[in-house]
T-cell receptor
Framework: DTGVSQDPRHKITKRGQNVTFRCDPI?????LYWYRQTLGQGPEFLTY????????KSRLLSDRFSAERPKGSFSTLEIQRTEQGDSAMYLC?????????????FGPGTRLTVT | QQPVQSPQAVILREGEDAVINCSSS?????VHWYRQKHGEAPVFLMI?????EQKGHDKISASFNEKKQQSSLYLTASQLSYSGTYFC?????????????FGQGTTLQVKP
């Protein structure tokens, strides 16, 4: 399977702990996006990369959130000092620039529960 | 800035048609449509770029009215597999960033 993969699929953590999620995009895709989704809502944009460069970060994103894509392949999203409000599904998507369309393909997500 | 989808929910019988609308208050560059089933990731359906084109495959098609900043998704002769939540994702810049702002979703239930 050459789709987008995410690890772990589920994470339960206590408030105040740090967590890190990993996303492996489709291999030839140069863009990678992170979204957050809460129950009953659409995905909310967090940040995106083109190759290894982080080009935009949502203004709604707390400084506790940081993302990296060091070699332009996989990406990690870290949340420091987690809060209960961070509980959500964290989705990763990837796309390929160039041409007239650039569909984003989503991974299965990491469901975070902060207790 | 979030696009508004309508209706919020719709229930159909197999074989019936449905239309889902997505409206934005901002000038749109592209509209992306996704379907998400419970507990699963959103699945890409189609993308429409500004220019008013219409796309479709199988019995699902979509249009993009650039003047109204509105897109509509058409599902004809619905099947049980069409059940799920449909999201439109809109891009409001012309820079091809791919940054999408999603609507709140339309839940579609198809009954036998």
């Amino acid at each position: 399977d050459t789709g987008v993969s995410q690890d772990p699929r589920h994470k339960i953590t206590k408030r105040g702990q740090n967590v890190t999620f990993r996303c492996d995009p489709i291999s030839e895709h140069n863009r990678l996006y992170w979204y957050r989704q809460t129950l009953g809502q659409g995905p909310e944009f967090l940040t995106y990369f083109q190759n290894e460069a982080q080009l935009e970060k949502s203004r709604l994103l707390s400084d506790r959130f940081s993302a990296e894509r060091p070699k332009g392949s996989f990406s990690t999203l870290e949340i420091q000092r987690t809060e209960q409000g961070d509980s959500a599904m964290y989705l990763c998507a990837s796309s390929l620039t160039g041409g007239t369309s650039y569909e984003q393909y989503f991974g299965p997500g990491t469901r975070l529960t902060v207790t | 800035q979030q696009p508004v989808q309508s209706p919020q929910a719709v229930i159909l019988r197999e074989g019936e048609d449905a239309v889902i609308n997505c409206s934005s208050s901002k000038a749109l560059y592209s509209v992306h449509w996704y379907r998400q089933k419970h507990g699963e990731a959103p699945v890409f359906l189609m993308i429409l770029l500004k220019g008013g084109e219409q796309k479709g495959h199988d019995k699902i098609s979509a249009s993009f009215n650039e003047k109204k900043q509105q897109s509509s998704l058409y599902l004809t002769a619905s099947q049980l597999s069409y059940s799920g939540t449909y999201f439109c994702g809109t891009e409001t810049r012309s820079g091809n960033t791919g940054k999408l702002i999603f609507g709140q979703g339309t839940t579609l239930q198809v009954k036998p």
